[in-house]
Nanobody
Framework: QVQLVESGGGLVQAGGSLRLSCAASGRTFSSYAMGWFRQAPGKEREFVAA???????NYADSVKGRFTISRDKAKNTVYLEMNSLKPEDTAVYYC?????????????????WGQGTQVTVSS
C-alpha cells in the first residue's frame, strides 16, 4: 500500500521559514515525480512545486525564489524549504506522487496523495 506522510507544518510569523517533509512508503519512488500542492479555505487546490525523477524542478510563480523543492531518493523523501513566508502562504500543504517522471502542475495527474499538513503564517 502506497503511503505519503507529510510533516513539518506549523505556525510561523511572516518572513519566517519552515521545512516540510514527505516520506513515501510502499514502493520505491525514485522513478516518480513528486509535487507539493496547497489548499486554502474556500479555494481550489493549487500547484506549488514539483520535482521530476531526474531532479528537474518547477515552481508556481507565487513561490519562485522563496521555496525550494528537493528529494532524497535513498530516503524516499521529498522536501519543501519555504523562506520569506507570507500570510497568503497559509494553507494545508499536500504531497503527491505520479508515475511518469514529469513534475506536472495538474493535481489530477497525480495518483497518490498525503493527508496534508497545516501551514499558518501570521502577519
Amino acid at each position: 500500500q502506497v503511503q505519503l506522510v507529510e510533516s513539518g507544518g506549523g505556525l510561523v510569523q511572516a518572513g519566517g521559514s519552515l521545512r516540510l517533509s514527505c516520506a513515501a512508503s510502499g514502493r520505491t519512488f525514485s522513478s516518480y515525480a513528486m509535487g507539493w500542492f496547497r489548499q486554502a479555505p474556500g479555494k481550489e487546490r493549487e500547484f506549488v512545486a514539483a520535482i521530476s525523477w531526474s531532479y528537474e524542478r518547477n515552481y508556481a510563480d507565487s513561490v519562485k525564489g522563496r521555496f525550494t523543492i528537493s528529494r532524497d531518493k535513498a530516503k524516499n523523501t521529498v522536501y519543501l524549504e519555504m523562506n520569506s513566508l507570507k500570510p497568503e502562504d497559509t494553507a494545508v500543504y499536500y504531497c503527491a506522487a505520479r508515475v511518469g517522471g514529469y513534475g506536472s502542475r495538474t493535481p489530477n495527474e497525480y495518483e497518490h496523495w498525503g493527508q496534508g499538513t497545516q501551514v499558518t503564517v501570521s502577519s
